[in-house]
């Protein structure tokens, strides 16, 4: 029987893509096992001294002699990695100037790749009630109840911080229970068929316009725009449908993992289960499990923060970027990519449609409707409510007494808005009690040791926290600088130091105060927004955390302390930020049938923006902006990469951004202009000095090569490290 060449798949050798911390660029050749090597498998092959894993990428070179190839050591069990993919990945690494294994690690993050399915034993929740109820106890059952999948012994006694005699004894009485399940199940269905609700008439417009390019397959993106409670969950939630009847994959992306809970019950109320998550989360099981179900087809439907794009679906037909404008986007560390621009890179390789869902899309995404490459639909108005009504409260005319940030206008109106049964939200976007701890004898500001930043006072945890790095330390009690006991003083508000004055100023009411280091879990934080939208507050106030996503029907009063906060700085971006925030944290009010009002206290009445977002001009404010920019050659209308340089010293990092500044012959070729070295937005992390140069090109400049080019000149010899930052995300 003679059979046709397989032509993907390489009976000598191949160049495999090896999954290594070293930056190797490009793929090493190997001699294939008996057999043969197929594209996309995955194999264990030797590195110097190692195995490491890797990824058949393309036939060998033929570069090295034969006699000096090394051999693959195995081909694992596992589905090779799709074509699509793996363009994708080439593709996304050239974008970036990422070399190929970092972006290729980001897509094989699953735990025991390779290993056959086996069974395994998971614990869930058991019938009856235990017979005494201890604090351990309770921890294992909220343990239980929290996993969406139950958890092997070791992942329990872990979640529950108990040991597994605890365990034991609950088995014992059947209040928890054994099941043996195949380590990789597929999730339960997801039922397409099942009705969505009535939709108004633009909201069904846009669903069937989202509905027909999903049938029609094949790639596209559109803008979802409409003001908060639009219904935009609603409507590509029917996209979604579409995608699941023709039995191909969604995928949706949300900003922040807090949302997740919410959205999750969303999904199981429409299509009778719950989809699969992925997040930084789950349990290594967990995340083998949604890893290799995506590869199946044994998940319909993921919903995970932004790394979920890089996982393997098998038919990827629908990519949802929730809140598109949102910063989190940006991974900003590691591996720099926007989580966006990825999806759609991502999507156009899958074939499959994309929806930028937000109610202030960012001024990329209206670049790129403006320029006919994105489709757009609107939702104009809110599904049973009104827009709330918007207002500036001139800080300048109510002379507060210094260390209060409540407005006696602002007070008034919570006090009406509790009074009638309703809620009121006090918004400030500072974690903490307060910015700044100041020695009121010397002078000295208390500062991170490692950080170009301050540390921020938490008085909840009694410590001194670094809000870049994460380390603290406990509240002194005197100045480390000057020795003098009880010195120390709070400066300015955080949301911690709001409370207390919300506490003072209304005694009688109910506080919550949503921040996200003050929930040990996502769960505790999902059942402290659940008891709001129940009425369990009567003030509620909060960071950035509450401006995303949830539903509060009581929420008449959004308060917004320091609406002048985010257009300090030097930022570009400033304006669009502040815009984009300032009109969510407003959307919170008056989701239901009372209508809102949302209050900014500000020292600028009469800035732009903030007239801007009284006005709610929209459209206005998005061409003012635009037009700045191309006035500019600033993005998006231009190009710009950072470059950061850092060290533990700072002398050879600006030495290093001073021979890089000097050496841009490649960038001038191509009529690039190299900024800086300056000091980078966060000059010191973690003990490094941060340097930053700026290259700005034309939109249609070839960027990427000349970058590479220009770097290739200079050599970085460790402990000076070089990332680079394409379209980075402040400028
Ligand atoms: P957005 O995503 O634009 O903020 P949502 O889809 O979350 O808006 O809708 C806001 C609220 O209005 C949600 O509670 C949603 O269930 C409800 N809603 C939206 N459209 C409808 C509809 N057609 N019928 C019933 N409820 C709706
Ligand atoms: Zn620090």
Redesign the pocket.
Known sequence: MSKAPIPDAFPEGARIAVLTTQPLGRPLDYRAPAGGLRAGAFVEVPLGPRKVLGVVWGPGTGEVAAGKLRSVLRVLDAAPMRPELRAFLERAADYTLTPLPAMLRLATRAPGLGDPPAMRRLFVAGERAPTRMTDARARVLDALEAATSGLTLAELTEAAGVSASVVKGLVAQGAVAEIETPRDAPFPRLDPEVRG????AD?AAAAEALRAGVAAGGYATTLLK?V???????VYLEAVAECLARGRQALVLLPEIALTAEFLDRVEARFGARPAEWHSGLTMTERRRVWRMTGEGGAQMVVGARSALFLPFADLGLVIVDEEHDSSYKQEEGVLYNARDMSVLRAAHAGAQVVLASATPSLETWANVEAGKYDRLELAAR??AVLPEMRAIDMRAEGLPAGRWISETLARAVETRIAAGEQALLFINRRGYAPVTLCRACGHQIACPDCDARLVEHRFLKRLVCHQCGESIPTPAACPECGKEESLAAIGPGVERLAEEAQARFPEARLAVLSSDLFASARALKAEIAAIAEGGADIVIGTQLVAKGH?FPLLTLVGVIDADLALHGSDLRAAERTFQLMRQVAGRAG?KEKPGVAMLQTHQPDHPVIRAILAGDEEGFWRAEAAARQATGMPPYGRLAGIILSGPEPEPVFQLGQALARADGPLRRIGAEVWGPAPAPIARIRGRHRVRLLVKAAKGAPLQPALSEWLAQVEVKAPLRLAVDIDPQSF
């Open positions: 609700k009535p939709l108004s909201q409409g908060t409670g639009s219904g935009k969950t609603e599904f049973g539903n989701r």
